[in-house]
């Protein structure tokens, strides 16, 4: 019986079916491209075609530097609670990180990167930059210890700032660097974010770990000057959209007084007589 199937559709049926069967379990390690050519008889741009189809799929997990893993089919979704309360500790500075009471402290999936980088068009519509200008760049990849990677933040400093407050630059706490920021003359700063979903770039999903095709939660907040009133600051954090429900507490207006005034629809009762 011949075998209509493309070669790489053949690896990637194979893959599934271990999968799916459970013969290769979440976490496990699957071959690598080179392996994976040599046992179909393929060419690596083959085997790599097949794991990126299962990887959209949401099957694989790709993860830079060490290889393709089984993703895990549950991962752990946090509910997070986007308030408005700023904290800063002394240990870690200011505080918006997306944990709960009883977490172990979170880590770093690699070190820390601070770079000159070029600026992102979202970034750059926000700071007022031309998109690819060279901006100084933190960028963590996060998560408690054991989990995948939770989120990408990528935070972007306006050149003007870096130049009157180069503390940003160091290696410290998380936090910390914002200290610099105001203190350099733009203290108390203001924040605000924006919350859109959006598909990543490629770069994006292989720290990630997910394919391109798979929705993040883009959470962008932005540090406003006190003295200028502008952004001086603003830190894009990327969020897998598995991974992540936003808890928030309703509360009523005045107009939604617990009252019976009219029926839904319809107009109150007049107590005036005709």
């Not at 998109?131 to 972007?156: A, I, K, Q, Y």
């Not at 009133?229 to 992540?244: K, N, Y």
Request: glycine share 6%; hydrophobic share 35%; net charge neutral.
């Amino acid at each position: 019986m011949t075998d209509d199937r493309a070669p790489y559709q053949r690896i990637a049926d194979d893959l599934r079916e271990e999968i799916t069967s459970g013969r290769l379990k979440p976490g496990w390690r699957v071959p690598a491209t080179p392996e994976l050519a040599r046992r179909y008889e393929v060419t690596t741009n083959t085997a790599n075609r097949a794991l990126t189809a299962l990887a959209a799929e949401g099957l694989l997990i790709k993860k830079p530097g060490s290889g393709t893993y089984v993703r895990n089919p549950h991962p752990v979704r946090r509910r997070i609670t986007r308030g408005t309360l700023v904290h800063r500790r002394r240990t870690i500075g200011y505080s918006f990180a997306a944990t709960r009471p009883d977490d172990p402290e979170w880590q770093p999936h690699f070190p820390p990167i601070y770079e000159e980088a070029p600026i992102t068009e979202r970034a750059a519509e926000i700071l007022g930059i031309a998109p690819g200008t060279p901006v100084f760049r933190r960028r963590r990849v996060m998560s408690v210890p054991g989990e995948d990677p939770f989120t990408l933040s990528d935070s972007w400093i306006v050149p003007e700032v870096v130049e009157a407050a180069p503390d940003v630059r160091k290696r410290g706490v998380p936090g910390g660097y914002l200290d610099a920021i105001e203190a350099a003359g733009h203290g108390p700063l203001a924040w605000h974010e924006l919350t859109r979903a959006r598909t990543p770039t490629t770069e994006e999903a292989e720290l990630l770990g997910i394919s391109p095709l798979f929705p993040v939660l883009e959470i962008c907040r932005v540090s406003v000057s006190a003295s200028t009133g502008e952004p001086v600051d603003v830190t894009v954090m990327l969020i897998p959209s598995d991974r992540i429900e936003i808890f928030q507490e309703l509360k009523r207006d005045r107009t939604a007084t617990y009252e019976v005034l009219s029926p839904p629809g319809g107009r109150p009762e007049s107590t005036t007589e005709p």
